[in-house]
């Protein structure tokens, strides 16, 4: 039988967050581009309510940074101890892959959104997926 390798928890939770915070920010691009925008926070009046396209982009942001976060901390604690069948690991590389690729493609296109609203929209996004990345990297790690 062979021997478990253990990797540093520190290890894995910065790839967590790594992966995490990319698929924010990927579907913080894709978002943009469906009228999905955390930039309207900034352009509603003040006796307005807030957008609901800012608050859809905002919730979608933090879920995706939590899950991605916690699903991959718990895949990388699974893979270090080879409990993850080659097929499976090869398909969620693909997976990735082509969500990133997707988000490239978003990003290249010029942005409808203004500059310094984009910008801004931009690091909430980052602050937001890093946060939530985070969270749900410790969380898998705590149980795990």
Do not use: N
Request: positive net charge; glycine residues 14%.
């Amino acid at each position: 039988m062979a021997e478990t390798t253990y990797f540093p928890r520190r290890l894995i939770l910065a790839g967590a967050m790594i992966s995490g915070v990319l698929l924010a920010l990927a579907v913080h691009m894709m978002g943009v581009r469906y009228g999905l925008d955390l930039g309207g926070l900034w352009r509603s009046g003040s006796g307005e309510f807030m957008p609901a396209g800012a608050a859809i982009a905002w919730w979608l942001i933090a879920t995706v940074g939590f899950s991605g976060g916690y699903l991959t901390a718990s895949l990388l604690d699974s893979a270090v101890s080879g409990q993850i069948p080659p097929r499976m690991r090869q398909f969620l590389i693909a997976v990735g892959v082509l969500v990133l690729a997707g988000a490239g493609q978003a990003a290249s296109a010029p942005s409808p959104v203004p500059t310094i609203s984009g910008v801004l929209a931009g690091l909430a996004a980052l602050c937001l997926g890093a946060a939530m990345a985070f969270c749900g990297a410790y969380f898998a790690l705590r149980k795990a």
